[in-house]
């Protein structure tokens, strides 16, 4: 079968053993928002973009420069996916497999999903929480020992679950760092406290100060984004609702 997704490699580069962060537009556009706020401060390059006759025939301008709106910048021990479009769910299934193979071929030794998990009173909460899913007892075991909570019951649906999943099957340590978050409004404060739980990890210091500041310059930003998303992620939760664990309904 002729792979619906590809990833083109727009520079030759070599990573070493890197971590990988995927951060694909979903719940408060907190991954979106992570990942922006993550390449700008470590002044990360694109290194490759992903392409399908499936994705809506968008390019963005930034700076002048035509760039495919799902990209991957990177530098030797760090990768970042991020998008400027919702995924259409016709293409997650692939997407998460090639992006899975990929990682796997660059020697990428940890897989993080950065996305938002929604929470009821979110308008009370001043500083969110980080609630994380490890794919095997190696990932639990690092989050164990950083301190972020780990969710013991429930269930996880989207694409941070399809890379979970696919990464197990592959032999990659992955995770799911989800942080409480407005459902359908970027809320860059949930974004921050992802990142923070990403500094742990990755032995990184990206500053998130500039980013609480700048919140309602970027809430501005991404409202057209957001409004994208919105339509892609019902369209999701008709797929989950016939699909979820009757215990959970």
Same mark, same amino acid.
């Given at each position: 079968m002729t792979d619906i997704v590809r990833i083109v490699e727009d520079v030759d580069f070599s990573f070493k053993e890197p971590i990988a962060i995927?951060?694909?537009?979903?719940?408060? #556009?907190? !991954?979106s928002i992570a990942a922006?706020?993550?390449?700008?401060?470590?002044?990360?390059?694109?290194?490759?973009?992903?392409?399908?006759?499936?994705?809506?025939?968008?390019?963005? #301008?930034?700076?002048?420069i035509l760039q495919d709106p799902v990209r991957i910048y990177g530098k030797e021990n760090l990768m970042v996916l991020t998008s400027e479009i919702?995924?259409?769910?016709?293409?997650?299934?692939?997407?998460?497999?090639?992006?899975?193979k990929w990682f796997k071929e660059k020697n990428v030794r940890l897989e993080l999903s950065i996305s938002g998990i929604p929470a009821q009173d979110r308008v009370k909460i001043d500083t969110p929480k980080v609630f994380s899913v490890g794919n095997g007892s190696e990932s639990r075991?690092?989050?164990?020992?950083?301190g972020i909570d780990l969710m013991e019951e429930g269930f996880v649906a989207g694409f941070y679950a399809l890379m979970l999943k696919e990464l197990a099957k592959i032999g990659v340590p992955a995770a799911a760092l989800l942080s409480q978050s407005f459902l359908k409004?970027?809320?860059?404060?949930?974004?921050?406290?992802?990142?923070?739980?990403?500094?742990?990890?990755? !032995?990184?210091?990206?500053?998130?100060?500039?980013?609480?500041?700048?919140g309602d310059?970027?809430?501005?930003?991404?409202?057209?984004?957001?409004?994208?998303?919105? !339509?892609?992620?019902n369209d999701m939760q008709k797929t989950v609702e016939q699909t979820i664990p009757m215990m959970y309904r």
């Open positions: 995927e951060c694909l537009p979903d719940v408060g #556009l907190v !991954g922006f706020h993550i390449i700008e401060q470590l002044d990360l390059k694109e290194v490759a973009h992903l392409e399908s006759d499936q994705f809506p025939p968008i390019m963005v #301008l930034h700076k002048g919702p995924l259409p769910v016709n293409t997650i299934y692939q997407t998460a497999n090639v992006l899975s075991e690092l989050l164990k020992k950083l409004y970027p809320d860059p404060s949930a974004a921050a406290s992802a990142i923070l739980s990403f500094n742990k990890i990755a !032995g990184t210091n990206v500053e998130v100060k500039n980013l609480l500041e700048k310059e970027i809430r501005m930003k991404a409202r057209d984004l957001m409004n994208q998303t919105e !339509g892609t992620m």
